[in-house]
């Protein structure tokens, strides 16, 4: 059984293979129960093309711990990787398949609202998919908006609307519980990943966008139970990234297109399979 901590995780789970296992997160057959509170932290079992995975990750404000181990389709341990790494990747991912699917071959901007554990792997996902010129921060934090542009080769931008009238692609990943920026904001053609409210009393993105874009999610059920600026905005989705990859969906308009993602178990399950077998061929981790 391998084990794979935060560092050998991100090394055997490159952006462009992450994004390739949530293409099969969203096109095998799976199960995902959705997400439990146990004690102090979350747990997601969930099961895809018969390999299983249970995430269990802290929600102790400050500690961001916890594993997702992996059994094979006969129960057998397979390993067991660092929590909050792969999450990050795995949203970033995500992310990154729907910017693919949904935005504008010519996008060359990106505006990242929120600087915080999720938002590299959000920029990073994004320049994987599309030819990225230009990369504009905004945080509450002015000073973590700076290390991440610092970090990634951005620009901070103080305003958020402002940012997000230059973008192309709008990435948000906030605990924000009120809207980050103004429907008006929003150019014809934007595509808007937002991935960081996923309560019922969490809120990114302002009504009026949802009420004039495309919106796909990750999950219906998923959404209706956790995707607080849907559930909000009493806003339906138009389709999901499953049928989007299917090609069986409703026709996408001219204007805005919205990836909303609460995040399911089979994303967790596609994800730390592929880690753990990239770590096999590389001779990554620990083995017990």
């Known amino acids: 059984m391998i084990v794979l901590d935060a560092q050998s995780t991100r090394a055997a789970l490159p952006m462009g293979d992450a994004i390739e296992a949530m293409e099969h997160a969203f096109s095998g057959e799976s199960e995902a129960p959705l997400r439990s509170l146990v004690g102090k932290s979350l747990v997601m079992p969930g099961v895809l093309d018969g390999v299983i995975a249970v995430k269990v990750v802290s929600v102790v404000p400050g500690n961001p711990a916890g594993l997702v181990t992996v059994f094979d389709r006969d129960g057998t341990p397979l390993g067991v990787v660092d929590g909050p790494t792969l999450t990050a990747i795995r949203t970033g991912a995500v992310s990154g398949l729907a910017t693919r699917l949904l935005s504008r071959d010519s996008a060359r901007t990106l505006a990242m609202l929120g600087a915080g554990a999720m938002a590299f792997d959000q920029i990073e996902a994004v320049r994987e998919v599309l030819p990225i010129e230009r990369v504009l921060v905004w945080s509450r934090s002015r000073e973590s908006a700076e290390r991440l542009a610092g970090i990634v080769g951005g620009v901070v931008s103080e305003d958020p609307d402002k940012a997000v ?54 999950d219906v059920e998923a959404a209706a139970a956790e995707a607080g600026d849907l559930i909000q905005a009493g806003r339906e989705p138009n389709t999901t990234l499953r049928d989007l990859l299917a090609g069986v969906h409703p026709q996408i308009g001219e204007d805005a297109t919205v990836f909303k993602s609460v995040g399911i178990a089979a994303q967790d399950v596609a994800a730390a399979h592929r880690a753990l077998k990239n770590a096999a061929d590389l001779g990554l981790g620990t083995i017990l």
Do not use: I
Request: charged content about 10%; aromatic content about 6%.
């Open 165 to 218: 009238a230059s973008a192309d692609v709008v990435s948000c990943a906030t605990p924000a519980t009120s809207p980050l920026f103004s429907e008006n904001s929003v150019t014809p053609g934007t595509h808007v990943n937002a991935v960081g409210a996923f309560t019922p009393q969490m809120v990114e993105l302002p009504q009026g966008l949802l009420d004039r874009a495309y919106v796909v999610v990750d």
